[in-house]
């Protein structure tokens, strides 16, 4: 039986607080930088992102989706979000993107997200691995879990 891993964009796959606090430093009245046209389709990945989805995406039993909660200042993000996922991934993962403002809607197996609370992962059915905290640090010790 098919496992489902869900993975999220922002601070997991592409590089978004970062971006955030530069784009704040170089023009502080601009008080949501999220809003401007194009900060989305031009996050950075975060460091072996890519190769490790695309790695997952290859073990036999799972399925990966992407999935990510759309900004509410930015309309132009479910847009943006795609054409990322296509630049950085491949045009087969669009049909793997589900934009959603509540996480714990979607059922899967797992779900790799940087916070535990906040879009509806709390709610999350599945296990949930934080990305980025103690356990997670970083895609290493992801891969390492579905070894």
Aim: charged share 20%; aromatic share 12%.
């Amino acid at each position: 039986m098919l496992k489902t891993i869900c993975v999220d964009m922002d601070d997991v796959m592409c590089d978004y607080t970062n971006t955030f606090n530069n784009q704040l430093k170089l023009n502080p009245v601009q008080k949501f930088p999220q809003s401007v046209q194009g900060f989305f389709e031009n996050l950075p990945e975060i460091e072996g992102a890519i190769e490790a989805v695309k790695h997952l995406n290859s073990i036999a039993g799972f399925r990966i989706y992407i999935l990510t909660a759309p900004s509410e200042r930015n309309p132009l993000c479910y847009t943006e979000k795609r054409i990322w996922i296509e630049n950085h991934l491949g045009f087969e993962y669009v049909s793997k993107l589900i934009i959603s403002s509540n996480k714990g809607l979607i059922k899967a197996d797992y779900l790799i997200d940087d916070y535990i609370e906040g879009k509806g992962q709390e709610n999350f059915e599945g296990t949930l691995l934080q990305f980025g905290s103690n356990k997670f640090p970083d895609w290493n010790a992801i891969l390492e879990y579905f070894q």
